[in-house]
Nanobody, 120 residues
Framework: QVQLVESGGGLVQPGGSLTLSCAAS????????MGWYRQAPGRQRELVAA???????DYTDSVKGRFTISRDSAKNTVYLQMNSLQLEDTGVYYC??????????????WGRGTQVTVSS
């Protein structure tokens, strides 16, 4: 059973920062690529950051230079450091493998996500 639990969201002003955490169980994160997805209001869920098992990272253009994805293998946890937050970053953030389509075991494993609201 794969379980992914996101935390760390909140309300921040434009230009502020947040760090999100994704605690995993039932899998060993160090053996997998992992990603962070964002679902903005009224929009589809979008992959915004990914990290491979070897530590290589990639980001969608809208967050490049502002977001950093990382992994702590000892804690089986993936993080997303978000800086210089913009109004357009508002949404629910989820972690999961950065694959399309997702393997069935991971499609069943979406967590509740964590809400990030950027507002003045």
């Amino acid at each position: 059973q794969v379980q992914l639990v996101e935390s760390g969201g909140g309300l921040v002003q434009p230009g502020g920062s947040l760090t999100l955490s994704c605690a995993a169980s039932g899998i060993i994160l160090s053996t997998l690529s992992m990603g962070w997805y964002r679902q903005a209001p009224g929009r589809q869920r979008e992959l915004v950051a990914a990290i491979t098992s070897g530590g290589r990272t990639d980001y969608t253009d809208s967050v490049k230079g502002r977001f950093t994805i990382s992994r702590d293998s000892a804690k089986n946890t993936v993080y997303l450091q978000m800086n210089s937050l913009q109004l357009e970053d508002t949404g629910v953030y989820y972690c999961n493998v950065p694959e399309n389509p997702l393997p069935s075991e991971f499609e069943r494993s979406w967590g509740r996500g964590t809400q990030v609201t950027v507002s003045s």
